[in-house]
T-cell receptor, first 113, second 112 residues
Framework: GENVEQHPSTLSVQEGDSAVIKCTYS??????FPWYKQELGKRPQLIID?????GEKKDQRIAVTLNKTAKHFSLHITETQPEDSAVYFC????????????FGKGTKLSVKP | DAGVTQSPTHLIKTRGQQVTLRCSPI?????VSWYQQVLGQGPQFIFQ???????GRGNFPDRFSARQFPNYSSELNVNALLLGDSALYLC???????????FGEGSRLTVL
């Protein structure tokens, strides 16, 4: 089955700096890769996703890149703000069954003012 | 519109007991998935239901079961509770199995 590895487990940056979180997956059949943000005691919320037919997707300060050959994808947050502080999870699944997501273990991002 | 609603929000059980968790999806959503999130870990897939049929099952023992009702709400049942079942149980709904997932706030289960 699918296995998703996520690094780093913790990340501390200064406000305004960029943050990068990396994930690798094992199942070449996976073709859908979402990223979720989870604030303490809150629900996971989708912040961006990418499908395997594209290599990069941007949404304001957030971007995701995908390398299908190497089976890895990354989340990039630019101009970080204190409100970006949260735990971020990457996940992988097949498009035909997005309800069956395999998550990474999470990255706790701290943005220091 | 209301989001995904789950009940109860918190509960405490003792080892060996049984628990039922409930989930109401977003109106119009026909697919419901259940996840277990142990503290400090990512959510782990338990079940997916669509149109009252099981569409997928994660690597969980038979003590875990679920069902989906005609109104698309769902229940997750866990029998013979173990200490290791203590976790946040998340329900997520989508229009169909290929749609974006929307998570509820979860039910936090503590097993003593």
């Amino acid at each position: 089955g699918e296995n998703v590895e996520q690094h780093p487990s913790t990340l501390s940056v200064q406000e305004g700096d960029s943050a990068v979180i990396k994930c690798t997956y094992s199942d070449s059949a996976s073709n859908y890769f979402p990223w979720y943000k989870q604030e303490l005691g809150k629900r996971p919320q989708l912040i961006i996703d990418i499908r395997s037919n594209v290599g990069e997707k941007k949404d304001q300060r957030i971007a995701v890149t995908l390398n299908k050959t190497a089976k890895h994808f990354s989340l990039h947050i630019t101009e970080t703000q204190p409100e970006d502080s949260a735990v971020y999870f990457c996940a992988a699944s097949q498009l035909r069954s997005q309800g069956n997501l395999i998550f990474g273990k999470g990255t706790k991002l701290s943005v220091k003012p | 519109d209301a989001g995904v609603t789950q009940s109860p929000t918190h509960l405490i059980k003792t080892r060996g007991q049984q628990v039922t968790l409930r989930c109401s999806p977003i109106s119009g959503h026909k697919s419901v998935s259940w996840y277990q999130q142990v503290l400090g870990q990512g959510p782990q897939f338990i079940f997916q239901y669509y149109e009252k049929e099981e569409r997928g099952r994660g690597n969980f023992p038979d003590r875990f079961s679920a069902r989906q009702f005609p109104n698309y709400s769902s229940e997750l049942n866990v029998n013979a509770l173990l200490l290791g079942d203590s976790a946040l149980y998340l329900c997520a709904s989508s229009l169909d199995p290929t749609g974006e997932l929307f998570f509820g706030e979860g039910s936090r289960l503590t097993v003593l």
